[in-house]
């Protein structure tokens, strides 16, 4: 059979696009992509094309794709002011304002001057909007969950990983549950990246391009840290300065290992992924692979806690994650060292643990348009659960610290986003009905939110070491649940009890510095004083075990990043006796 002519493939791609046209306009979006990108492949120089896929995929909230396919767009046709528009909402979603600010400026540019379409006249309104808002991102005020380390407090030597330093033999000696360990190991992977990256090299080349020399392994270093656990990330520069420079090293890195870390999403990339392999084998397509997922998980995390951008991460997360499961299943019988150890369950459970908490981020700021609903965080935390319960580290197989940061914390995360969940549905903030919305939970409705957000965070406290400051935050909340179902002394006194007692060895750790210091010191001084109220007033005969006395809300930070519990001989958390008595 003779091959297409050019005349003829050029007619089959205006086909396969008026099809395409067709079924985006009856939202029919996934089927419309297909369309778009069979014409691209009839031909691929039509800049409208890309433009068009690239709507499907706005529409979908794809945003890493439809930046690519705009980009493209805007290279075939630099005057082609619907894809530069489409680039800058792409780059907004992102939360790239600075280039949203550009591409916006660009599409009115390239509009007429004179003599403009009813359609066009609409389009420059659209642009102007659209560059207004970005132009505020720009310069509007910038959520962020980065402390700021004062200069005595880093020479002090008493913040959280140089105590656990300082605490390791003796931990190791007492052979007790401690979030010693994990936090050595977090931290020792967090050095070994920042040195690093200061012996990268960067110079001007003759042409006056930017050059870098050195180690390429900075990335794969950070993200384990930030894996194991992210809390103890901290930098001794300016955060700017900082992001700056692991901005030029995610390009150097990318560019040395082949990577897609700046060249589109998931479908691009298992294409791609796909030819490499058939070309250079898993030398090539493994480290291609896990430089861009790890870039993914370095500026999701980065910028989610630097720039409050938590849709971009939301994004980034969804991309690896989307990236992580295809590999697992389109390559199930390939060794670890062939496919590489970011498609293993347990560093995919790791960034299912990141993607969950930014989800509950999210959801947390009640914005209307936000991407996730309260449902779906719930089934996301509950799917995560799940994975930790089917999937137990094998017996010997692991480090502590690994099956603390892999299994255990995940698994407590969760638990304690759940908690979350049904706390907040069972005191009316967000719906506990899907199908009636605005109808309040009934009482035996709101016991039942209360009873299980109570017993969801008491899990979560049980996978976390009694010295960690996560610990007694999880265990206040089990108390304030069970203060709000209107439980008698008798049963949350005894968790106050537990509370004072843990306080020394959770204090020795956390309380130094203004990192975690305030917060853990007016968590236990609350406790502390409503026990000691109540304590009196029963000696006091104006009380008894069976009143009822309620302590307010904790007004401290609101985090969900969970440290979890070592595990016994048998491969379950240790239980605390004194909590279990308290919950009969």
Same mark, same amino acid.
């Given at each position: 059979m003779s091959r297409p002519t050019p005349n003829q493939d050029i007619a089959e791609s205006e086909r396969l696009k008026g099809l395409g046209n067709e079924l985006y306009q009856k939202g029919e979006h996934d089927a419309a992509h297909h369309k778009y990108s069979e014409a691209i492949k009839k031909n691929p120089k039509n800049a409208v094309l890309y433009a068009n896929r690239a709507a499907v995929l706005l529409a979908t909230k794809q945003y890493l794709n439809a930046l690519y396919d705009c980009e493209k767009a805007v290279q075939l046709d630099p005057a082609y002011s619907k894809a530069w528009g489409r680039l800058a909402t792409a780059q907004h979603a992102l939360a790239s304002y600075p280039q949203a600010v550009e591409a916006w400026d660009q599409a009115l540019s390239t509009l007429p001057a004179t003599d403009?379409?009813?359609?066009?006249?609409?389009?420059?309104?659209?642009?102007?909007?659209?560059?207004?808002?970005?132009?505020?991102?720009?310069?509007?005020?910038?959520?962020?969950?980065?402390?700021?380390?004062?200069?005595?407090?880093?020479?002090?030597?008493?913040?959280?990983?140089?105590?656990?330093?300082?605490?390791?033999?003796?931990?190791?000696?007492?052979?007790?549950?401690?979030?010693?360990?994990?936090?050595?190991?977090a931290n020792e992977e967090l050095e070994e990246a920042m040195e690093l990256l200061s012996l990268v090299q960067r110079k001007k080349?003759?042409?006056?391009?930017?050059?870098?020399?050195?180690?390429?392994?900075?990335?794969?270093?950070?993200?384990?840290?930030?894996?194991?656990?992210?809390?103890?990330?901290?930098?001794?520069?300016?955060?700017?300065?900082w992001m700056m420079r692991m901005e030029k090293q995610c390009h150097y890195e990318n560019t040395h290992w082949k990577g897609?870390?700046?060249?589109?999403?998931? #479908?691009?990339?298992?294409?791609?992924?796909?030819?490499?392999?058939?070309?250079? %084998? $898993?030398?090539?397509?493994?480290? +291609? @692979?896990?430089?861009?997922v790890r870039i993914w998980i370095f500026l999701a995390h980065f910028r989610a806690k630097m720039f409050?951008?938590?849709?971009?991460?939301?994004?980034?997360?969804?991309?690896?994650?989307?990236?992580?499961?295809?590999?697992?299943?389109?390559?199930?019988?390939?060794?670890?060292?062939?496919?590489?150890?970011?498609?293993?369950?347990?560093?995919?459970?790791?960034v299912k643990k990141l993607a969950l908490e930014n989800m509950h981020g999210i959801v947390a700021t009640k914005k209307k348009d936000a991407p996730i609903s309260l449902q779906e965080l719930i089934e996301a935390a509950q799917e995560l659960?799940?994975?930790?319960?089917?999937?137990?580290?094998?017996?010997?197989?692991?480090?502590?610290?690994?099956?603390? #940061?892999?299994?255990?914390?995940?698994?407590?995360?969760?638990?304690?986003?759940? %908690? $979350?969940?049904?706390?907040?549905? +069972? @005191?009316?903030?967000?719906?506990h009905n899907p199908e009636d919305p605005n109808a309040p939970p009934s009482p035996a409705e709101k016991e039942s939110l209360l009873t299980t957000a109570a017993e969801c965070y008491l899990t979560a406290a049980r996978y976390i070491p009694p010295d960690d400051e996560l610990h007694m935050q999880f265990l206040r909340k089990h108390l304030e649940c069970l203060c709000a179902r209107r439980r008698p002394l008798r049963e949350t006194l005894p968790v106050?009890?537990?509370?004072?007692?843990?306080?020394?060895?959770?204090?020795?750790?956390?309380?130094?510095?203004?990192?975690?210091?305030?917060?853990?010191?007016?968590?236990?001084?609350?406790?502390?004083?409503?026990?000691?109220?109540?304590?009196?007033?029963?000696?006091?005969?104006?009380?008894?075990?069976?009143?009822?006395?309620?302590?307010?809300?904790?007004?401290?930070r609101k985090r969900n990043m969970v440290q979890v519990s070592i595990p016994d001989a048998e491969g379950?958390?240790?239980?605390?006796?004194a909590e279990i008595k308290a919950e009969k």
């Open positions: 403009r379409t009813p359609a066009q006249d609409a389009m420059e309104l659209q642009f102007i909007q659209g560059l207004k808002k970005s132009y505020r991102a720009v310069q509007g005020p910038v959520e962020t969950n980065i402390s700021v380390l004062k200069k005595d407090e880093l020479e002090e030597g008493l913040l959280p990983w140089d105590m656990a330093r300082k605490l390791k033999a003796r931990k190791e000696a007492e052979g007790k549950p401690s979030c010693v360990p994990m936090i050595n190991a080349s003759p042409q006056g391009l930017e050059m870098s020399r050195g180690p390429v392994k900075v990335l794969e270093w950070f993200t384990n840290s930030t894996l194991s656990d992210d809390r103890i990330f901290h930098v001794k520069e300016g955060a700017q300065s897609w870390g700046e060249s589109g999403g998931p #479908s691009l990339i298992k294409g791609e992924a796909l030819k490499m392999l058939k070309k250079e %084998g $898993w030398n090539g397509v493994r480290p +291609a @692979l896990a430089i861009t409050g951008q938590r849709d971009f991460a939301h994004e980034f997360y969804t991309n690896a994650l989307d990236v992580l499961e295809w590999g697992r299943k389109t390559w199930p019988n390939a060794a670890t060292h062939e496919r590489g150890v970011i498609f293993e369950k347990t560093f995919i459970r790791g659960s799940e994975d930790f319960r089917t999937n137990p580290p094998a017996s010997g197989a692991h480090t502590a610290p690994t099956i603390l #940061s892999f299994w255990y914390y995940p698994n407590a995360t969760a638990q304690s986003i759940l %908690g $979350w969940c049904y706390l907040e549905q +069972a @005191l009316g903030v967000y719906p106050c009890r537990r509370m004072r007692e843990l306080g020394p060895d959770v204090m020795e750790i956390w309380a130094s510095g203004s990192l975690y210091g305030e917060g853990v010191k007016e968590n236990l001084g609350e406790v502390v004083e409503f026990e000691a109220l109540n304590i009196g007033e029963c000696m006091a005969g104006r009380m008894t075990p069976d009143d009822v006395a309620v302590i307010g809300f904790m007004k401290g379950k958390p240790e239980e605390d006796k």
